[in-house]
Nanobody, 123 residues
């Protein structure tokens, strides 16, 4: 049974930082590309960042480029999202997702999803 468990969310002031973690189990972690998506109230889920199976390639949404960094530790079956210079518009539930094969920015291409972690940025 595949499980993705996000953690690290919380309340932070604008300009602050948070690091999200996504711990995976039940799958051959190094065979899966991982992505972070987010969904704000009343909005559609949007792509944030993705990382390849080896960690050698990453891709970011324009809205977070230069502020967020995605990384992975295949020995720990964990992906991280370091979020710096947070803005109120970053407020959302953040989800990690896994797909077998090449990384992608399309939510529909991901096979497994976590339950999400809330990030709230106050102004």
């Amino acid at each position: 049974q595949v499980q993705l468990v996000e953690s690290g969310g919380g309340l932070v002031q604008a300009g602050g930082s948070l690091r999200l973690s996504c711990a995976a189990s039940g799958l051959t972690f190094s065979s899966y590309a991982i992505a972070w998506f987010r969904q704000a109230p009343g909005k559609e889920r949007e792509f944030v960042a993705t990382i390849s199976r080896s960690g050698g390639n990453t891709y970011y949404a324009d809205s977070v480029k230069g502020r967020f960094t995605i990384s992975r530790d295949n020995a720990k079956n964990t992906v991280y999202l370091q979020m710096n210079s947070l803005k109120p518009e970053d407020t959302a539930v953040y989800y990690c997702a896994a797909r077998s094969g090449v990384y992608s920015g399309r939510a529909s291409s991901y096979d497994f999803w976590g339950q999400g972690t809330q990030v709230t940025v106050s102004s």
